[in-house]
């Protein structure tokens, strides 16, 4: 898939890679991470992954030794496995100081394992693999934002309607998953997350009862694009808030959920201080759930869910791409005032971007956009984008419009 679907970090690893001794590329398993660093082997460069039991096993019994090479770089697939490989690249590339010379992939977050007492400060770079967006999957550049920031955005040729972005959406972005339909394709994310669960999970923190686990991870999909609430997400399980902080950070550390943090830079007294939880891939939140299309189609609450989670997944993926440029909030106050998503560049200026699953638009659906950049946004330089399932680019007062979905990919 990766050969045909060029990846977004590509030339910012490469970038990393000659200018930084370690790369550490993470992201969620399955997600193209080992396809992509092998994409970058050449005959200066040399691949070990620790998946492989016995490259594991002499990892763990000479980290030292494993880490020496003869190559311009070394590549360690699955490094979360081995974490006493950390002190030994530590050494290594203090003693020799050449950019490049490990590029490290993980699909756990490293400084949440354990055994890692070593976190490279300095000496690494970090870049994030997500699933496979609907940008590469079409072979565009990771332009909207940019775009929405200079006023250019533009309306799409092709027109996605409701029904397609709920295709989309419900297929997600995992490479082999996308070749895969209907009932394999369910088949295909409930065998992963079970894996997931008896095998990495365990690296991270002490599991007593995987049927919890299992429950956890369905009851969170169904939070997909709602506000944290420990309280209430653990009330129909037997378990400990202590316990279930634990299992929700851990699921978080490999990359299946995610939080969104809120836009606090205001001395406004009722902003909100809660964060948004996603799933990192739509389509694993709907087999998760046991969705189907037309559950979707005619649920309004349904189909808000799972766009608003897939425009959380693309646009998260896009703001990786630019590499610093950009930060990602919300906001929501105590007068329930919300705005899906705040997009902050690094000079201060801001977008607003809500999430529609339908087509039909009116002023009402400005509201909270105008709000915010007539009363909080003060200097800044604002715009509000509505993202929704129409045709057309429409404006609804200054630097206020609609925008289609397909937007997103040009």
Request: proline share 3%; aromatic share 8%; with cysteine.
């Amino acid at each position: 898939m990766n050969d045909k679907y060029p990846r977004w970090q590509k030339e910012n690893i490469q970038e990393a890679m000659s200018t930084r001794r370690v790369l550490l590329l993470s992201g969620v398993r399955q997600c193209g991470k080992t396809t992509l660093a092998k994409e970058l082997v050449d005959e200066d460069t040399e691949y070990r992954t620790l998946d492989d039991l016995t490259l594991k096993q002499a990892a763990e019994n000479d980290p030292h030794g494993f880490v020496k090479h003869s190559k311009r770089t070394l590549i360690i697939d699955e490094v979360q496995r081995v974490p006493d490989l950390l002190p030994a690249i530590k050494k290594a590339v203090d003693d020799d100081t050449r950019a490049g010379q490990y590029l490290l992939t993980g699909s756990t977050n490293i400084q949440a394992l354990p055994g890692a007492q070593e976190s490279l400060a300095g000496r690494i770079s970090k870049l994030r693999l997500r699933p496979l967006t609907q940008g590469e999957l079409q072979k565009t550049a990771p332009h909207f934002i940019d775009r929405a920031f200079s006023g250019a955005l533009e309306t799409p040729a092709t027109h996605r309607d409701k029904d397609t972005l709920i295709e989309m959406a419900g297929a997600g972005g995992f490479p082999e998953a996308l070749l895969l339909d209907g009932r394999r394709r369910k088949r295909w994310h409930i065998d992963y997350i079970n894996a997931i669960l008896e095998r990495d999970l365990r690296d991270i923190t002490r599991i007593h009862r995987l049927n919890q686990m299992q429950e956890l991870v369905r009851i969170l999909a169904a939070w997909s694009s709602k506000f944290m609430n420990a309280t209430q997400i653990g009330s129909t399980l037997s378990l400990k808030n202590q316990a279930l902080n634990a299992y929700i950070n851990a699921l978080e550390s490999l990359y299946l959920i995610e939080r969104v943090k809120p836009w606090t830079r205001t001395d406004y007294d009722r902003v909100g201080k809660q964060e948004k939880l996603f799933m990192t891939d739509s389509g694993l939140m709907t087999s998760l759930l046991g969705w189907h299309m037309d559950q979707i189609r005619f649920d309004t609450d349904r189909a808000g869910k799972l766009i608003e989670t897939f425009a959380f997944n693309e646009l998260a993926a896009q703001i990786d791409a630019a590499d610093g440029l950009y930060e990602l909030w919300h906001y929501r106050d105590r007068q329930q005032r919300e705005i899906d998503f705040l997009i902050e560049r690094d000079d201060g200026a801001m977008i607003g971007v809500e999430i529609k699953s339908g087509s039909n638009i009116g002023a009402k659906d400005f509201k909270h956009l105008k709000w915010f950049k007539n009363t909080l946004a003060g200097d800044r330089s604002f715009s509000g984008i509505l993202l929704y399932s129409g045709e057309h680019i429409a404006s609804f007062g200054e630097n206020m419009h609609a925008v289609p979905f397909g937007s997103l990919w040009m």
